[in-house]
């Protein structure tokens, strides 16, 4: 227990920034599901994204098969079995902002109650935004020792975007959709509970955290000579924004719609 935590804690101390992201994650959930279902997703998340990792390095599904590489951080981070804690736990807010961001250019306002949207169109927009974030950051993630995310893993067959299969942007799709659907089964079920906190200009919070994480890609894509993925990161950011600021144009000119969120 006491070298579990003291890796947690150099896990913490090697990669601030994912945690910086998990902090953001646990504002605006907060302020959008409310506590009882920000903690579920966060436990439920990487319960999911775990498991397909574990699964994925031994058979292939639902990522294609990959392998973690354990000399550059075993010992220096916190791993569960033979896969890096914080590559899992970044589902969890990758997840959840997807669908978060999803549901504003649906024009879907956040249930009062915090409950968890569950449409077809909410599960397979917030899965393809997902996809899209890995379009940006795998590519960027496999090339670790060009910057200081450090060589992580490597693909059993390298795929022919960028090194990255097919069947890795598949996976993604079907970890952000199985999340969501299992969050809203249990909705359903009446298993999840409580009310949104207050967060000052909510309708901004989610999209604005989902482009800076597709910003934050395609930056340091650009920093390791991967201009490719960096425009195509940009143009991501564009198509995204415009969607967002379409649909706040959309909301505030139609009255009362201001007051909403």
């Known amino acids: 227990m006491v070298e579990s935590l003291d890796l ?3 896990t913490v101390l090697l990669r601030p920034y994912v945690f910086c992201f998990l902090a953001l994650y646990l504002v605006i959930a907060w302020g959008e599901i409310g506590p009882l279902r920000t903690v579920v997703w966060l436990v439920l998340g990487y319960a999911i994204a775990f498991v397909c990792e574990y699964s994925s390095t031994r058979n292939g599904f639902p990522f294609g ?3 973690y ?3 550059p951080t075993r010992g220096r981070e916190l791993w569960i079995s033979n896969v890096p804690f914080m590559d899992s736990l970044s589902f969890v807010f990758l997840s959840f902002v997807s669908y978060a961001t999803a549901r504003r250019l649906l024009g879907k306002e956040p249930d009062p109650k915090g409950r968890i949207e569950a449409s077809l169109g909410v599960l397979f927009a917030a899965s ?3 996809l899209g974030i890995d379009l940006i950051c795998d590519p960027v993630a496999l090339r670790g020792d060009r910057w200081f995310l450090g060589r992580l ?3 059993a067959e390298p795929g022919g975007f960028f090194g990255v299969p097919l069947s890795n942007f598949l996976g993604w799709f079907f970890v952000a959709f199985t999340i969501v659907l299992a969050m809203a089964q249990l909705e359903r079920f009446g298993l999840l509970g409580g009310r949104p906190g207050s967060l000052p200009l909510k309708p901004l919070w989610a999209p604005a955290f989902y482009l800076g994480l597709v910003l934050f890609n395609a930056l340091i894509a650009f920093w390791i000579d991967l201009a490719g993925v960096g425009w195509l990161g940009l143009a ?3 198509a995204v924004g415009l969607a967002w600021w379409l649909r706040l144009a959309l909301a505030f000119g139609q009255p009362g719609l201001e007051q909403t969120s």
């Open 8 to 10: 947690l804690v150099k």
């Open 65 to 67: 098969l990959y392998h």
């Open 69 to 71: 590489l354990d000399a």
């Open 128 to 130: 393809t935004l997902m």
């Open 153 to 155: 893993y490597y693909y």
């Open 236 to 238: 991501l950011v564009a």
